[in-house]
């Protein structure tokens, strides 16, 4: 699975900013897709993601000004990013993964792209 992330840059807080990733390659074993991000001196943390059958999961810091979508014919999903806040800024990861039942077998990850956000 190759993951390809395009759509980060600057931004003024309170701006608005929409990254995409598009899956290629053994896309069936994928059953969920997601962002996570790492800001300077921090860990990798989750963003949002979305399973196969559409169900979503936003971080509580995103909720209500991110929003996880996706284009299931072009295998491809957006993170639509609207009251970016100076704390969003960091390197925004597209994930892949591979899940049986509850065990996460495998993820993938896309090169990373970055979002700052200027006060």
């Known amino acids: 699975v190759q993951l390809q992330a395009s759509g980060g840059g600057l931004v003024q807080t309170g701006g608005s900013l929409r990254l995409s990733c598009a899956a290629s390659g053994s896309i069936r074993s994928i059953e969920i897709m997601g962002w996570y991000r790492q800001a300077p001196g921090k860990q990798r943390e989750l963003v949002a993601v979305m399973t196969r059958g559409g169900s979503t999961n936003h971080a509580d810091s995103v909720k209500g000004r991110f929003t996880i979508s996706r284009d299931a014919a072009k295998n491809t999903v957006f993170l639509q990013m609207n009251s970016l806040k100076p704390e969003d800024t960091a390197v925004y990861y597209c994930?892949?993964?591979?899940?049986?039942?509850?065990?996460?077998?495998?993820?993938?990850w896309g090169q990373g792209t970055l979002v700052t956000v200027s006060s």
């Open positions: 994930n892949a993964a591979q899940v049986h039942g509850s065990v996460r077998l495998y993820d993938y």
